[in-house]
C-alpha cells in the first residue's frame, strides 16, 4: 500500500520500478528493496525495463539527469558512440530556434535505427548490396524537410527552376554516395578486426 501511495505521488505507472536516488549517492530499486549502481540501470534499459528515478527527498523526477550520467560513463569507459562532429552540431541546437522539435526528431531517428538494425546488419554480411541506410537517410531528410517547413515557412518547399531540382538532386546523390564510402571503410574495418 505504501508503494502505491508513493508511485501516485510520484506519477507512474505500476509497471514502471521506482528508483530513489539518495543524498548520499545511493540509488535504491523499491521493486527489489536493494541498493544498484548506474549499471544496473543501464543494464535495465537494455532489458526494456521501465524505471524513473526519483530524488528521494525532494521527490523530483531526475531520470533524464541519471539516463544523460549513464551515457556520459558509457562514453568515457571507451563505449563512445558519438562522433565529437555530432555532440558539437547537438550543443549548437540549444538555444536555436528548431531546438523544441529536436527531442522528437533524434527520437524518430533512432526508432527507425532500431527497426532497421537487422537489415543493416545483413546489409553489411552482403557487402552493402541494397543499401538500407540510403532509406533511412531519405526518411531522416524527409522529417527534417518537414520540421522545416512547419517552423521556417518557405524552407523545404519546391525547387522553382529545374536548375534548382537538378542541384537538389545531385547534392542528395553526393550524401548517398559519401555514407555508401563511409560505410564501405566501415565494413573494412569490421573485416579486419574479425582477422
Same mark, same amino acid.
Given at each position: 500500500?505504501?508503494?502505491?501511495?508513493?508511485?501516485?505521488?510520484?506519477?507512474?505507472?505500476?509497471?514502471?520500478?521506482?528508483?530513489?536516488? #539518495?543524498?548520499?549517492?545511493?540509488? #535504491?530499486?523499491?521493486? %527489489?528493496?536493494?541498493?544498484?549502481?548506474?549499471? =544496473?540501470?543501464?543494464?535495465?534499459?537494455?532489458?526494456?525495463?521501465?524505471?524513473?528515478?526519483?530524488?528521494?527527498?525532494?521527490?523530483? =523526477? *531526475? /531520470?533524464?539527469?541519471?539516463?544523460? @550520467? *549513464?551515457?556520459?560513463?558509457?562514453?568515457?569507459?571507451?563505449? @563512445?558512440?558519438?562522433?565529437?562532429? +555530432?555532440?558539437? $552540431?547537438? *550543443? %549548437? &541546437? #540549444?538555444?536555436?530556434?528548431? @531546438?523544441?522539435?529536436? !527531442?522528437?526528431?533524434?527520437?524518430?531517428?533512432?526508432?527507425? +535505427?532500431?527497426?532497421? $538494425?537487422?537489415?543493416?546488419?545483413?546489409?553489411?554480411?552482403?557487402? &552493402?548490396?541494397?543499401? !538500407?541506410? %540510403?532509406?533511412?537517410?531519405?526518411?531522416?531528410?524527409?522529417?527534417?524537410?518537414?520540421?522545416?517547413?512547419?517552423?521556417? !515557412?518557405?524552407?523545404?518547399?519546391?525547387?522553382? /527552376?529545374?536548375?534548382?531540382?537538378?542541384? $537538389? @538532386? =545531385?547534392?542528395?546523390?553526393?550524401?548517398?554516395?559519401?555514407?555508401?564510402?563511409? &560505410?564501405?571503410? &566501415? $565494413?573494412?574495418?569490421?573485416?579486419?578486426?574479425?582477422?
Amino acid at each position: 500500500m505504501a508503494r502505491k501511495n508513493a508511485d501516485a505521488a510520484m506519477n507512474v505507472s505500476e509497471d514502471t520500478i521506482v528508483i530513489k536516488k #539518495y543524498a548520499n549517492r545511493r540509488l #535504491y530499486n523499491t521493486a %527489489s528493496s536493494s541498493y544498484i549502481t548506474l549499471e =544496473d540501470l543501464a543494464s535495465m534499459v537494455r532489458e526494456n525495463v521501465e524505471f524513473a528515478v526519483f530524488d528521494a527527498k525532494s521527490g523530483e =523526477d *531526475i /531520470t533524464h539527469s541519471i539516463l544523460t @550520467q *549513464i551515457i556520459m560513463d558509457e562514453e568515457a569507459n571507451g563505449e @563512445q558512440m558519438l562522433p565529437v562532429s +555530432f555532440l558539437r $552540431q547537438l *550543443i %549548437s &541546437m #540549444y538555444g536555436n530556434s528548431m @531546438q523544441s522539435m529536436m !527531442p522528437s526528431y533524434l527520437e524518430a531517428t533512432v526508432t527507425n +535505427f532500431r527497426e532497421k $538494425q537487422s537489415e543493416i546488419r545483413e546489409a553489411f554480411e552482403k557487402g &552493402m548490396a541494397n543499401n !538500407p541506410l %540510403s532509406a533511412i537517410h531519405e526518411t531522416n531528410m524527409a522529417m527534417m524537410r518537414a520540421a522545416a517547413q512547419t517552423f521556417i !515557412p518557405g524552407v523545404g518547399g519546391k525547387p522553382a /527552376t529545374k536548375k534548382a531540382q537538378t542541384d $537538389q @538532386q =545531385d547534392g542528395s546523390n553526393a550524401e548517398i554516395a559519401a555514407l555508401r564510402e563511409q &560505410m564501405a571503410a &566501415m $565494413q573494412k574495418k569490421l573485416d579486419e578486426l574479425g582477422k
